[in-house]
């Protein structure tokens, strides 16, 4: 065989092997790449769509705060003013509002935990829900049913709290 046919042969096979080994690079990094998407999805990628929603989040923590810290701030057996009243039913307002507004992207709070959905659409909102309502029409089985509600979301939440994933840009 000619030098010339035995280099381009040569040539030839490395360039075979070289493609087939570009071709498995290629192949093993899409696979990589695919199951790694699918892995992240799962536990949970952070999207700026999920801070957004974790910024409502938080928005419904502080104003329910501001809500409690107001109840607790006397007396229990006290009259609340008008204006305090007034302030407490707009705190627990905000609170209802920012708290639907987490619930319009219900894949956030399933990344945070996968019972978290249900437990803060079922209990959370519909304490703060039940709360609001009670101010303008005020009704001992309805502030008693709210008090449960929360304290049952609270009690899950504390239980459950070190299996919670937030994002740590918004802690």
Same mark, same amino acid.
């Given at each position: 065989?000619? $030098? %010339?046919? =035995?280099?381009?042969?040569?040539? +030839?096979?490395?360039?075979?092997?070289?493609?087939?080994? *570009?071709?498995?690079? &290629?192949?093993?990094?899409?696979?990589?790449?695919?199951?790694?998407?699918?892995?992240?999805?799962?536990?949970?990628?952070?999207?700026?769509?999920?801070?957004?929603?974790?910024?409502?989040?938080?928005?419904?923590?502080?104003?329910?705060?501001?809500?409690?810290?107001? $109840? %607790?701030? =006397?007396?229990?057996?006290?009259? +609340?003013?008008?204006?305090?009243?007034?302030?407490?039913? *707009?705190?627990?307002? &905000?609170?209802?509002?920012?708290?639907?507004?987490?619930?319009?992207?219900?894949?956030?709070?399933?990344?945070?935990?996968?019972?978290?959905?249900?437990?803060?659409?079922?209990?959370?909102?519909?304490?703060?829900?039940?709360?609001?309502?009670?101010?303008?029409?005020?009704?001992?089985?309805?502030?008693?049913?709210?008090?449960?509600?929360?304290?049952?979301?609270?009690?899950?939440?504390?239980?459950?709290?070190?299996?919670?994933?937030?994002?740590?840009?918004?802690?």
């Amino acid at each position: 065989m000619p $030098v %010339k046919a =035995g280099i381009q042969l040569l040539l +030839f096979q490395k360039d075979g092997l070289f493609n087939m080994n *570009r071709r498995l690079f &290629i192949h093993l990094f899409l696979g990589i790449f695919l199951f790694s998407g699918c892995y992240y999805s799962k536990i949970g990628v952070w999207t700026p769509e999920d801070r957004k929603t974790m910024e409502h989040f938080y928005r419904s923590v502080r104003a329910n705060k501001e809500y409690l810290r107001i $109840v %607790k701030s =006397g007396d229990s057996r006290r009259k +609340f003013t008008y204006e305090e009243r007034m302030e407490l039913r *707009r705190q627990a307002a &905000i609170a209802e509002t920012e708290a639907r507004r987490v619930l319009d992207h219900p894949e956030t709070l399933n990344k945070m935990h996968p019972d978290l959905h249900d437990r803060y659409r079922d209990e959370y909102l519909r304490a703060l829900e039940l709360t609001v309502r009670n101010f303008d029409f005020p009704d001992y089985d309805t502030a008693l049913a709210s008090d449960n509600l929360y304290n049952s979301y609270t009690q899950w939440y504390e239980d459950h709290l070190s299996e919670i994933k937030i994002p740590k840009e918004t802690k």
